[in-house]
């Protein structure tokens, strides 16, 4: 907010430049970001093909031109302890091209970390300042009155007065509640930053009852819900599907449940029946169980052979369709090694593998070692890959294989949207060859 003011105040005196330790920490990666975004800043054409040298002499003769115009140029280096990792050729980079004399610029480092500023190597904490903010996290109550203020509508506005006085009221009176406290508890307790405390408002107006216009306490229940992730459930569900059919089959209610849901479908089952119903059943399985089974009426009812193979789609189709990019490419790279018939490749294999596709494509998706092993245990953690053997080495040197068919990974890249037409490329041309 406070770089947005200056920028409005002058807008010709000030250029912006951002990096996120989480993507830019490789410091190639980061030169490459650094001159791109001084190009885009200063309508220069931007050169992919340049070394990591040439993006750093350009980077210095701008920070010199610029000073020259007298114009400041600012680094913002989010999740600044990741770039004080490995060399910090980087750092060094920014803070000795700032001993200058001509030289107009500002670094400023943004870290949940106290000693961020204790990682740095010895050069580089010879040419930095040692001037620490430190801000401490909103508490409980600031952030209610912030809320508070977000949803509260004012008496002035275009809206019927009876209807803000109510909405106020609920509001109100919503916030005075023990149940909203504890919400308000669990969301802080991930992350109490205000773009998180907006990203619930704005799903708690979303859950709003559309006939009477008012926010209730189901509304944020709701919508803390949606915002807690639980990928470890999300990559069992496929298996709770299959179990909870045996189950039923064995003790007998899945022709009675198809029946009560085929009642509720045309009107004719109350809910106290289906709820009663579902209560026999261990309640681990319930909602997984009604998902399916509705799935189930539904072809039995419409028999749409169309629709049902547009929605046909397997568990583990389901879970790579809305993975990242990156472990989109981690897994067709592991799809490469075996049709290469490598006998067993680990996390440094495919690695190899991923850098290969990137020099051959020269694509913009070149992430760091770091966030790219991050990628490959969140892929562990959803069963999509899995380990060869179970012997006690370190994880990057550990055999590991696919779990999912060359099918399931074509099918998936077609219905994430944000799939690169290259991992569609790659992995046709594997297929095919």
Known sequence: MVLDDLKKEHPDAISVIRLNGMLHSDDNCAMKEIARQLCLEHQLSFSKMASSDDNTEFMIDMLRECGLAHKTIIFVLEE????????????????DAMQSLTSQAIVIGVSCRLDADQ????????????RKLIFLPSS???????????????????LPTKYVMEYN??????????KFKGILNSLTDSDATTSHILRFLFRVVSYMDMDSGLLSMQSFMNALSSMRRQPKMDSLQGLFWSLSIIILCRVGLLSILIHILKEAYIGLCTKRSLHSLLHTINRTFSVFVLNWLSFFV?????????????????????????????????????????????????????????????????????????????AFEHLLDRELISFADKKGKALEYRPVKLLISSHELAQSLKLNTTCPAVLQKLLDRERYM
């Open 298 to 374: 539904f072809r039995s009812l419409h028999h749409n052979d169309a629709l049902i193979q547009q929605h046909h789609i397997s568990d583990n189709g389901i879970l790579i369709a809305d993975l990242s990019i990156l472990e989109l490419y981690i897994l067709v790279c592991m799809h490469r090694l075996e049709d290469k018939e490598h006998s067993s490749y680990n996390f440094t294999t495919i690695m190899k593998e991923y850098k290969s596709v990137q020099d051959a494509y020269r694509t913009s998706d070149n992430y760091s070692h770091t966030v790219c092993f991050r």
């Open 80 to 95: 600044f302890d990741l770039f004080a990792q490995g060399k910090q050729r980087l750092l060094y980079s920014l803070l």
């Open 140 to 158: 409980v109550d600031s952030l209610q009155r912030l809320m508070e203020h977000l949803l509260m509508l004012p008496e002035d506005s275009h």
């Open 119 to 130: 990682l740095l190597e010895k050069r580089v904490r010879s040419r930095f300042s040692h």
């Open 169 to 178: 009221a609920r509001v109100t009176s919503i916030f005075s509640d023990k």
